[in-house]
Each structure stands twice: as C-alpha cells, then as structure tokens.
C-alpha cells in the first residue's frame, strides 16, 4: 500500500516509510492513497473476533508490503500481551443507552498505550531491517511521555529522550517515565514549561546536522500508523454492539476520532461521530461557525485536551474537500499565517454530515464525575466524563428512539487523574496494582535548563556512552 500527503508535495511512500517519518517531507499528514474496503460480510465477522486476530484484519491491510503476515502477528502478540483485559478494549454497558469502551487497560493506563504498543513493535522491527538507529525526542505533559517509554523502553537500536516540565506534571505520571529500568530511556526534568519543552523539539528537529547525526524521529499522534491502530476498536465495539453506534470521543488532537473516520471510510457503518472538548472549544466553534480560529489555551482538570490547535483536523478537512492537497495546502497555510481559516461550505457541510460537537467545561465534568459514580458506582476519569456529559443526552435519545446507541471512548483511567475525582466524589479513586508499587521503585531523570543547546549536548552524550 502506498501512501500520499495532505498536502500533495511530497513522494509516495510506504508504510515502514510513513511509520518512521511520522510528518511529510510537504509538512502534511499521510493518508493511504485509497482507503481499504471491508465488506459488510468481512465487517460482520469481527463480531467474537479475539482483538489480536481483529487487529491483524485491519492493520495488515495498511502493512502489507512492508511487513510480512508472520511479522504483524508477532508484533501484535508482543504489543497487547500486556494489557490487563483479555479482550484488551472491552465495551461495557453504563446506562440506557450508553456503552463505555475501556481504552485504559494498557501498561500506563491511558488509550495512547493501544496504539504505541504497536508503533515500538513496528518501530524495532523495522529499524532492524533497516540497520539504523532511531532517537525519539518527545515533549510530555504528562500522558504521551509515559505510553511512549513503556511501549519504547528496552527496544533495540532506538533511544528515548522524554523531556517534562519539571514539577508540573502529576507524582504518578513522573514515576511512570522516571523509574522504568531500561537504558535506552533518558528522562529530562526541564526547568521550564511544557511549550518550552516543544520548542526545544522544534529546535532540535530544524538543525537538521544535529537532527540527521542522531536519527532525529516523533511518535507523536500524526502518525499514521497510530490512526491505524486506533480504528481497530471502531469495528470491534461495532461488532460487540450488535449494530451501528454514535461514538462520543473525549478530543484533543483529533487522532482518535479521525480514527473513526478511517474505520468508516473501510467501509464500517457508523451513525455520527462526536467530538467532546473542554474548554479548549476550537473544534466546536469550527462546526458551529463554519470558522477555524484558535484563541488562548485554557488549562482544565482533563490536562490532555488542553489543545489549540487539533493538527489531525487537516486529515478530516482534506477528506471533506474530497482530497483536494492543493486547497487543504493552502489552507494549511493560511491558518499558520492568520490562526484562522474559513471553511468553504462544501466542506462544512461534509463535515457536519460526519460529525457532532460539545464542550463542557471543568464544572460539567466534574458534575457527570459525581453523577455517573452515584447512579451506577463507576468512577470516570476527567476525559471519560467529558464524553460522558455529551453522553447522558445522547444515549438516552437513541434509546427512547430505538436506533443505535452512545459509545463513550474512555481514555484513562480514573487513578491516573486522583485530585479531580476526590475534588468530585469526595474521594479518591482505588490504585490499580500497575501503580502501587511505582513509588518503591528508584527514579532516574537528569535535570535541565530549558536550552535547546544544553540539551543537545545532553543527548550526545548519552548516545556516545
Ligand atoms: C491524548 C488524550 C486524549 C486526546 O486524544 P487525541 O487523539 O489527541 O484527540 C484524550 N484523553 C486522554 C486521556 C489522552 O491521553
């Protein structure tokens, strides 16, 4: 399978290319050059389907001519071996209409595990083929850094650099990057902040003598090997629920609901698509408004929506324009220069057709936190329960009008985020066993300036030793 740009410019690349570069040589996204087509019968039989073998059915269709079927299963075997749920991303029933699928069973407890899990396994795999090394640079509020060096951490001929701002991440998301044991993992506390620690990944990627000696990569959630692996639970959600669902999607970057996209564009019948944001509401003005403008960063109690600007959107706004890379470049431009892009409304209406959006802010997630646990005792995470708010008017909608039902994606969970479920329950959530023992455990992290060329020098030397 060959993929393309969003943005037109660049070559042809396959799926090993895509899954190492991440970004396009143009600066857009890739997308396959056609989507893969599932039948309603191939659609059908995911139903019972383990997740190993449904996640084969999906991802070989992407890696086919990159990797062989033996190396997919080998690597889908070692990235979801793992998970503390056997069928890995169980959907389980919440209230009248309104199902929850658990993307939180993975090693540090949020959904980004799902899919890097298996990007590392693809990553080594293909390295070694290669005969490279790879150094990962990545800045991390706080979830992002944790499921990159469990899914990284250990792996041959790749390095992993994690850069947090230092104190302004939670004590369990620092002990979940600061005590893994593997010598390929380099923890940085910066003294500064999380958009300095970006800046310094820009930096480092724009010298590109620096960026070249090392193998410079991102995992971040442009690649398209992480969508692929998210849209394999669109179709066995799908499946379990016996027929075609509203997924509701706690969003920031866009990644898991453009997911659903994917799934949908294969060829899975879904009924709507619902972005739910916090505050950070750029996403759901654009619907509204037909205008895509950034505004201020707000910080709220689900710290890993707190984005402006959601860089997937250009895959969903390519799509609609019906892959037109010379208006989805130029508009990619124009929102660099202005913040701000008009949506044409042929493209706005694609949009709306697919999907739906609401904001709640941190009053309404913590109001659904207290509910939910009070009506059926479970405990939602600050991110699940912004779904979930969109959730209990939706669900309850479908069901009264007997047609579909309201999948909430929950993307963590609750432990990881201990101050906002005391602030709305009165106390904290129980600690899993995968997080009890981490405070036992030595941390290992080097502290830093926030300077692009401390770090660099950081880096070397490392890699020399
Ligand atoms: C990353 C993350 C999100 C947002 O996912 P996107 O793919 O960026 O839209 C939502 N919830 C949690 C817990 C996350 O870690």
């Known amino acids: 399978m060959n993929f393309i740009s969003t943005r037109g410019a660049a070559p042809k690349a396959s799926f090993a290319d895509v899954l190492l570069a991440g970004l396009a040589p143009d600066g ?9 087509r599932f039948t309603a019968d191939e659609v059908a039989a995911f139903k019972g389907l383990a997740w190993n073998e449904a996640a084969f059915r999906v991802l070989s269709r992407f890696t086919e001519g990159s990797f062989s079927e033996a190396e997919l299963r080998e ?13 890995v991303c ?11 699928l658990e993307l939180f069973h993975g090693p540090t407890l949020a959904f980004k595990d799902v899919a890097l899990q ?33 899914a990284l951490g250990g792996l041959p001929n790749i390095d992993v650099f994690v850069m947090h701002p230092k104190g302004r991440v939670s004590d369990v998301q620092r002990l979940q990057m600061t ?62 629920l016996g027929m075609p669902a509203t997924f509701i999607v706690p969003t920031g970057n866009f990644g898991d609901i453009f997911a ?42 689900s710290p890993s929506m707190d984005i402006q600007v959601a860089s997937n959107f250009e895959r969903a706004l390519f799509e609609a324009s019906g892959r037109d890379a010379d208006w989805t470049a130029a508009a990619m431009a124009d929102f660099a220069r202005d913040r701000k892009l008009v949506l044409p409304h042929a493209v706005l209406e694609q949009l709306r057709g697919r999907y739906s959006a609401f904001a709640y ?11 939910v646990k009070a009506e059926t005792g479970r405990i939602l995470d600050p991110h699940t329960a912004i779904a979930a708010s969109a959730g209990r008017v939706i669900g309850p909608e479908l069901a009264r009008a007997g047609t579909g039902a309201a999948v909430i994606l929950s993307t963590a969970h609750p432990a990881k985020f201990p101050d906002a479920v005391t602030r709305a329950t009165g ?15 030595p941390e290992r992290m080097d502290v830093l300036p926030a300077d692009a060329d401390a770090i660099k020098r950081f880096i070397s030397s490392r890699l020399l030793s």
């Open 179 to 240: 005590t893994s044991p593997h010598a390929n993992v380099h923890n940085i506390a910066l003294e500064g902040s999380f958009d300095d620690a970006q800046s310094i990944v820009k930096a480092l990627f724009a010298d590109s003598g620096f960026a070249g000696k090392i193998s410079l990569t991102a995992v971040n959630s442009i690649n398209f090997a992480r969508i692929a692996a998210q849209s394999v639970y669109y179709f066995t959600a799908t499946a379990a």
């Open 90 to 100: 169980p959907l389980t029933p919440l209230a009248d209409g309104q199902y929850v």
């Open 28 to 36: 857009g996204l890739y997308l396959p050059e056609s989507w893969p």
């Open 361 to 371: 802010d941190d009053d309404a997630t913590l109001a659904t936190i207290a509910a």
């Open 75 to 87: 690597a889908i075997a070692a990235a979801y071996g793992d998970f503390d749920a056997p069928d």
């Open 260 to 301: 659903g996209e994917a799934a949908m564009r294969m060829g899975l019948a879904v009924q709507k698509l619902v972005i739910a944001t916090n505050a950070n509401d750029i996403l759901v003005r654009a619907l509204k408004d037909g205008v895509y403008a950034s505004g201020p960063s707000h910080a709220t109690l």
């Open 118 to 150: 298996i990007l590392g396994q693809l990553f080594a795999r293909a390295l070694t083929r290669r005969g490279g090394r790879a150094t990962i640079v990545a800045a991390t509020s706080g979830d992002t850094g944790s499921a990159a060096i469990a």
């Open 427 to 441: 106390a904290p959530p129980p600690v899993p066993a995968r997080l009890a023992g981490l405070k036992d455990l």
